[in-house]
């Protein structure tokens, strides 16, 4: 299996790790200048650099990792602690990182307060890792933690860092394309890198034509503009063009269309739209129940022929989300399949969801794209989980 690139190309030094400068100065301090009792935690969103930062600044001594998603009980964390009181084999220094800080259990289960009696017990640096530091339960570690905030990477950072991996790689990219890399990563560096491995598997350069294996679209709209040019678009082509660049996926974009098709048709007019609109329905519900999404965009197209119905004189409607619910529950069910996948994958690598899904996943798309029949050996999923695993 390939190696992946966002394992290949880790930070190795401080200098390496970007848009995060006084972060690193911060965590650099908090090794040198150690008082036990006190711990760092570093919040931010996924694929900030968090952990990597931690192990830059680890390098020279031992890294000793504990999810939190794996040991969240009090005796799972007690059974941890003795490892940071004594030096390493070698009478070397530690560093511990406790990764996943969210998942840690509160209550009767005792997972922060045994956390917060590391933290003061330990004689090592400890480092806390978690997406929002001021979750209600992590109060009492907060008391005894420095908190250091990171935001998302910014765009000129994360296009450096990418460009430096291309020269490495002997990738050669547009610069609009790796802008255009960025902007759909949303400042998650790693996910970042791990798009440009795909879009340049088998190559050796970067267009923005092979953006579209990692599902970018050049230029995407907002759903505001994207109803009044489809009601109102003078051909199909047009139509179809104007669904093909919306900034929603098919699925929320037909809700978005069927609820404000009765606003903006009336009479004869609403009664042909509408006929469309079904006729549509009907289309996804069969895609859906023979799940073969890949004809989603067939349905759009029928969705087009609403350039078809005539319509009176324009005039202004205030166009509103489709039913909350509706939404919610295709939410929920799209995050029931991803947890029962990461489970099912979880469960025969003796990792927790949350690494599944952030180290995991990554590679199994990228293998997907060799495998033909799709089967995982030691992993039975679902016709859905397989449709998300490829997604």
């Not at 100065?25 to 694929?47: D, K, L, S």
């Not at 680890?58 to 007690?78: F, H």
């Not at 899904?357 to 089967?375: C, E, F, N, T």
């Amino acid at each position: 299996m390939k190696e992946l690139w966002a394992d290949k190309h880790r930070p190795a030094k401080p200098a390496d790790i970007v848009g995060h400068g006084k972060a690193v100065e911060q965590a650099v301090a908090f090794v040198r200048n150690f008082r036990p009792g006190r711990a760092m935690m570093i919040a931010g969103p996924a694929g900030s650099g968090k952990s990597s930062i931690v192990e830059v600044v680890a390098a020279g001594a031992t890294l000793i990792r504990l999810n939190a998603s794996d040991r969240r009980a009090e005796k799972d964390v007690d059974a941890f602690v003795q490892t940071t009181k004594t030096r390493s084999l070698f009478g070397g220094s530690k560093v511990i990182l406790v990764d996943e800080l969210e998942a840690l259990s509160g209550g009767d289960r005792g997972g922060v307060p045994a956390m917060v009696k590391l933290v003061k017990e330990s004689r090592f640096p400890v480092f806390l890792i978690t997406s929002d530091a001021y979750i209600q339960k992590l109060a009492p570690l907060r008391e005894v933690s420095e908190v250091v905030k990171l935001t998302k990477v910014p765009a000129p950072s994360a296009e450096k860092r990418l460009k430096d991996i291309c020269v490495r790689e002997g990738i050669a990219a547009d610069d609009e394309a790796i802008k255009a890399l960025v902007r759909f990563s949303q400042g998650d560096l790693r996910s970042a890198i791990t798009d440009l491995q795909t879009a340049t598997s088998g190559k050796g350069s970067l267009q923005m034509a092979d953006m579209e294996s990692i599902g970018f679209r050049d230029r995407e709209s907002s759903i505001f503009d994207t109803l009044p040019k489809l009601f109102h678009s003078s051909s199909m082509a047009a139509a179809s063009k104007t669904l093909s660049e919306s900034d929603k996926p098919p699925e929320e974009l037909f809700l978005w269309v069927e609820s404000n098709a009765q606003l903006e048709y009336e009479g004869l007019a609403l009664a042909q739209a509408m006929d469309i609109v079904a006729r549509a329905d009907v289309f996804l519900s069969r895609i859906k129940k023979q799940r073969n999404y890949r004809f989603q965009r067939y349905m759009l197209d029928m969705l087009a022929g609403l350039a078809t119905v005539a319509q009176s004189s324009p005039r202004y409607v205030q166009y509103r989300p489709p039913d909350t619910i509706m939404l919610l529950a295709r939410s929920r069910f799209r995050r029931s399949i991803m947890k029962s996948l990461c489970r099912k994958i979880g469960a025969a690598t003796h990792s927790s969801e949350a690494r599944v899904r952030r180290d995991h996943l990554p590679y199994l798309k990228l293998a997907m794209q060799s495998v033909k029949d799709g089967a995982i050996q030691g992993v039975t999923l679902s016709p859905e989980e397989m449709e998300m695993l490829r997604a």
